[in-house]
Nanobody, 123 residues
Framework: VQLQASGGGLVQAGGSLRLSCTVS????????IGWFRQAPGKEREGVSC????????HYLDSVKGRFLISSDDAKNTVYLQMNSLKPEDTATYYC?????????????????WGQGTLVTVSS
């Protein structure tokens, strides 16, 4: 099982980035896919999650209205569109998969993790 995260980079405050998480060999039908981030010296936090098992999405309060999570089933890929980025969004972003998971599941419930992709937002 592999999760491949990509799309990070350096962007100015107010800019946008789109992260991608491609999963294989399973399909998205039975998994919740979550995006997490960890900044240097800070704890990991859940940013957003999408789940087909409970047909729901969830967002961290601080990203609501700025970030949008979506999926492309044909490509087995989950996207995180990040708009109006702020310096405090700077972190390494990880995607993870939770079998039959809920969008409210804690990080410890996730079964598989991808490598991180670094997002740096300059002021």
């Amino acid at each position: 099982v592999q999760l491949q995260a990509s799309g990070g980079g350096l962007v100015q405050a107010g800019g946008s980035l789109r992260l991608s998480c491609t999963v294989s060999p399973f399909t998205l039908d039975f998994y919740a896919i979550g995006w997490f981030r960890q900044a240097p010296g800070k704890e990991r936090e859940g940013v957003s999650c999408i789940s087909k098992t409970d047909s729901a999405t969830h967002y961290l309060d601080s990203v609501k209205g700025r970030f949008l999570i979506s999926s492309d089933d044909a490509k087995n890929t989950v996207y995180l569109q990040m708009n109006s980025l702020k310096p405090e969004d700077t972190a390494t972003y990880y995607c993870a998969a939770d079998y039959y998971g809920s969008v409210y599941a804690p990080a410890n419930d996730y079964d598989y993790w991808g490598q991180g992709t670094l997002v740096t937002v300059s002021s």
